[in-house]
């Protein structure tokens, strides 16, 4: 290919954690990597929580200074109210801005060159009836609409997957899940504490959460899953407002400094062809976070990394063949988890008031660390086993989520 400006060897579509990942780890196999991204700065405008877990996180690098830990998980139900207590912080919230940013240094001292104020407006498309992607055409401020030349176009966009989608990849996004949240100065909020509220009456088909991110601050948000629930977040969150001020204290102040929102899809892991003509899918745009909580940033990490170095190992064959290790390091690390966490999402997207305080009074029979490995979406087989002990009814409740999905599937 000719090495001009506007060729490369990989170009990714989005600055998320995803694709951030992906370059940084392309490119310090040596590839010639550009990100396209549409906004004016990496991880702006902030669309998520950052609710996350200390240990991936730190096997996957990211540095303490990235989070904020918590040490106390709460979950308040209709009539219910369950606190697991961690001697050792085992939750955590990210400093969304400053982990992006972080994962983008990395892409960049790898060499890696960030375009940002770059959106891309479709695929560039060549071969028997144009379905080889050979590129992307970006239109930005300061070159208008131009072609950018790439041997593969790695789909990161985030929710919409669009070029993915277009390439007959992977689904649309029939369920997904809407969310608003409040960054609030709150200091009179028990800055170790993160609290999940379910029931009809705060979120039904969803949850809403209170995130203490460090300095005084915490995330409030609410989030539910369309289309089962038509309910409004919006609404939801002036609800939740005064929930949280009955924990908080309501004589201690608390505003808001920022409003984040965005949407998560909801589809089936596996739903997801990862690697297509020309053209690789991570991160939300492949479906890879987890669907019980709407956790996706450590998974579009890891996900962007396995993906950056397939690319490189590939050796410059980047048909399907030359790509497997991508999506069978994928299935193989996360794809049985998240087949879970996408079955229960379905199960537990119709619970009432009254299924939710069952299932929270499971949740109390569970140890910390039982109840942790819940919370992170991580059903291993130890986990099973010490669960059969515990609250043998727990493990067969989940057994019928996921053998339902599969006969709906079969
Ligand atoms: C309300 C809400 C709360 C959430 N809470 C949490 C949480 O607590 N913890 C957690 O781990 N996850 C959470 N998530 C999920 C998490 O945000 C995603 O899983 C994660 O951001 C996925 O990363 P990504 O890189 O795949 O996509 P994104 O982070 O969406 O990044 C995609 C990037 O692509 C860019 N882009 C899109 N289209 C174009 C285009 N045409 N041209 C150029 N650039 C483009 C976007 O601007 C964006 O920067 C939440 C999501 C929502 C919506």
């Not at 240990?55 to 308040?76: A, F, K, M, Y």
């Not at 309910?231 to 407002?241: C, N």
Request: with cysteine; charged share 25%.
């Amino acid at each position: 290919m000719r090495d001009t400006a506007d060729s490369a060897d990989v170009v990714v579509v989005g600055g998320g954690p995803a694709g951030l990942a992906t370059a940084a780890e392309a490119a310090r196999g040596g590839l010639k990597v550009v990100v396209c991204e549409r906004n004016h700065a990496i991880g702006e405008p902030v669309r998520t929580s950052g609710g996350s877990f200390v240990r991936p996180l730190r096997r996957l690098g990211v540095p303490e200074s990235c989070w904020h830990p918590v040490h106390r998980i709460r979950v308040i139900g209709p009539t219910t109210d369950v606190v697991k207590t961690y001697r050792r912080a085992v939750g955590c919230v990210l400093d969304v801005r400053g982990t992006y940013q972080w994962l983008a240094a990395q892409a960049v001292e790898a060499g890696a060159t960030i375009r940002l104020k770059a959106p891309v407006e479709g695929p560039l498309r060549a071969g028997a009836g144009g379905r080889r992607v050979t590129g992307v055409r970006v239109r930005d401020p300061f070159r208008g609409a131009h072609d950018l030349h790439a041997r593969i176009v790695v789909d990161a966009s985030g929710h919409t997957g669009f070029l993915a989608r277009d390439a007959g990849m992977r689904p649309r996004n029939e369920r997904s899940a809407v969310g608003i949240e409040l960054e609030l100065h709150a200091p009179g909020y028990d800055a170790d504490e993160a609290i999940f509220w379910l029931g009809d009456d705060v979120a039904p088909g969803g949850y809403g959460w209170a995130f203490p991110c460090g300095n005084g601050r915490v995330r409030l948000g609410v989030g539910v899953v369309r289309p089962e629930s038509d309910a409004e977040p919006r609404v939801l969150l002036d609800g939740l407002l005064d929930a949280f001020r009955a924990v908080a204290g309501t004589t201690s102040p608390a505003g808001a400094l920022e409003l984040h929102s965005g949407l998560m899809p909801v589809i089936p892991p596996r739903a997801t062809q990862l690697v297509g003509d020309g053209l690789l899918v991570v991160g939300d745009a492949a479906g890879q976070g987890s669907t019980l909580l709407g956790e996706g940033i450590r998974y579009a990490i890891s996900a962007g990394r396995l993906a950056g170095r397939a690319l490189v190992d590939a050796g410059g064959d980047y048909s399907a063949h030359g790509l497997a290790a991508y999506p069978r390091g994928w299935r193989r690390s996360t794809g049985r988890d998240l087949a879970i966490s996408y079955a229960v999402n379905k199960r537990i997207v119709d619970y009432g008031d009254t299924d939710w305080d069952r299932a929270i009074r499971r949740l109390d029979r569970l140890t910390p660390k039982q109840a942790a490995r819940v919370f992170a979406s991580e059903f291993s087989a130890r986990w099973a086993l010490g669960v059969l002990i515990t609250d043998p009814s727990l493990l067969a409740s989940l057994a019928r989520a996921v053998s339902r999905r599969a006969a709906g599937r079969a």
